[in-house]
């Protein structure tokens, strides 16, 4: 329970679940960086850059037009389904855990990444991190705030009638 060898296991465990959740959304065409390797307890991973080769910066160091947040918006939605159609729900996404590389937004911090067909709260992780987003990127476009995506891309999910291409509306009806 709390010994050394047992959070050593659970350790272990994390970062395995976050390993794996890596190499699946990267399988699955989601922005991720790619990780290389474990050394001390520290999960190594490539080095996310802006178009200056500096490393990138999270969301929540940038300022944002509101042309600029509706688009990085549209792109993170994207990302969101990529990964929901690869079975993943994030469960923590937020602008602090994002980066803006030379490419585009990273998204990154995944230990807490569930499955989303065997997790009873997946729906409800994914329509907050949609909210999260959505509640950021709406500081600089407030249109995005009367959007409904999170509700949109559940439900789609739930009937089984969500792809990768999917045309999102951002409307929802119940």
């Known amino acids: 329970k709390g010994t050394r060898y047992g959070r050593k296991v659970q350790e272990e465990a994390w970062q395995s679940a976050e390993v ?3 190499y699946r959304l ?3 065409g989601v922005r991720v960086p790619a990780p290389y390797n474990f050394h001390s307890g520290v999960l190594l991973m490539e080095l996310v850059t802006d178009e200056h080769g500096e490393p990138a910066p999270r969301l929540n160091d940038l300022e944002f037009s509101a042309d600029e947040a509706r ?3 549209h792109l993170l939605m994207i990302e969101v389904v990529r990964m ?3 079975g993943i729900v994030h469960g923590d ?3 602090y855990n994002i980066l803006l590389g030379a490419a585009g937004p990273v998204i990154i911090d995944l230990p807490q990444a569930v499955d989303a067909a065997g997790n009873n ?3 409800r992780m994914l329509e907050r991190d949609i909210s999260n987003l959505t509640n950021y990127f709406g500081r600089s476009a407030p249109e995005l705030l009367t959007t409904q995506y999170g509700k949109e ?3 789609l999910y739930q009937q089984g009638v969500l792809t990768a291409d999917v045309k999102l509306t951002g409307r929802f009806e119940r």
Do not use: Q, T
């Open 71 to 73: 688009a990085c918006h």
């Open 121 to 123: 709260h997946a729906g």
């Open 153 to 155: 891309i559940w439900s």
């Open 20 to 22: 794996d959740a890596l």
């Open 93 to 95: 996404l937020s602008e």
């Open 84 to 86: 929901l159609c690869a």
């Open 26 to 28: 990267a399988a699955a």
